[in-house]
């Protein structure tokens, strides 16, 4: 979900509430957990770690397009144009992950062609409502490839939780092959927020045809704010009550029918 111009903001998926993993090393094909304190900075490699690139993201998607929208509409400037020139933020943002990675994903280019596509159409028809009511489209998009994700091998939320914790991988996997209660948790997260994008997705063009332009901007960053918080605290109570995080941080797996836990063994220690 977004600002004023960018679709690229959706609700970040479900995500552990804990450092980011590091590398695999001694203590097994797994690796250790980050607890040097270093979550949120640049990684060795030179990539950025989840937390901190969420609050580039954010800044960059959300914040500085707000912003830039009503310095320009208090310069002069009128809706459409202050609409279209504050997207440039955003896609600026993507332009410079690709380059600094040197590589445009399927992401960052459908980013870049629906904010091309978009500006076109609002152009030509000269609605700054349109450029307004792409931010629900993108969303809903967004929500409709969750679900259909449901039907597939891997739901989205697993499969993000996967990339953002490659050294626990064989773990997770493992339990998954498993555990159908931790499949459940997994298939349950990707419909809530397939679901919960789509109802964000209807209340962002409702937004954009019914409210007055100039309230649109700011209303829709509250919204992204609100549904991701919304999402988040869900997912989190939904993982801690269901024993999936202890799952995640391999301290434990949960027998769902018995209510009994065991410990699960770590792949680098003996025994």
Do not use: K
Request: aromatic residues 8%.
């Amino acid at each position: 979900m977004s600002s004023p111009s960018s679709p690229r903001e959706v609700p970040d998926p479900p995500a552990p509430d804990h450092p980011a993993d590091g590398p695999d090393g001694p203590d097994g094909p797994d690796g250790p957990t980050d607890t040097t304190g270093t979550a949120g900075h640049d990684r060795a490699d030179g990539s950025r770690s989840p937390r901190w690139g969420f609050a580039l993201t954010v800044l960059c998607d959300v914040a500085l397009p707000v912003a830039l929208y009503y310095l320009l509409r208090g310069a002069g400037l009128g809706e459409l144009s202050a609409l279209l020139i504050s997207g440039s933020a955003p896609a600026a943002h993507t332009v410079y992950s690709a380059v600094r990675h040197r590589r445009l994903d399927a992401v960052g280019a459908f980013t870049l062609t629906v904010l091309a596509v978009s500006a076109v159409g609002s152009l030509l028809a000269d609605s700054p409502r349109l450029a307004l009511a792409r931010n629900g489209v993108f969303t809903g998009l967004a929500g409709v490839w969750f679900l259909i994700t449901l039907v597939t091998s891997r739901p989205f939320t697993y499969q993000a939780v996967l990339s953002l914790l490659p050294g626990r991988t064989a773990r997770l996997e493992r339990v998954w092959q498993a555990d159908a209660g931790f499949r459940r948790v997994w298939r349950g997260l990707t419909l809530l927020w397939g679901v919960g994008m789509l109802l964000d997705a209807v209340l962002r063009v409702v937004m954009a045809y019914s409210l007055p332009v100039d309230s649109v901007p700011a209303l829709d960053g509250a919204l992204y704010a609100v549904t991701w918080i919304a999402l988040q605290i869900v997912t989190q109570i939904t993982l801690y009550r269901t024993g999936t995080m202890a799952q995640i941080l391999g301290r434990r797996t949960g027998d769902r029918t018995s209510g009994t836990t065991a410990a699960e063994p770590d792949p680098g220690q003996g025994g």
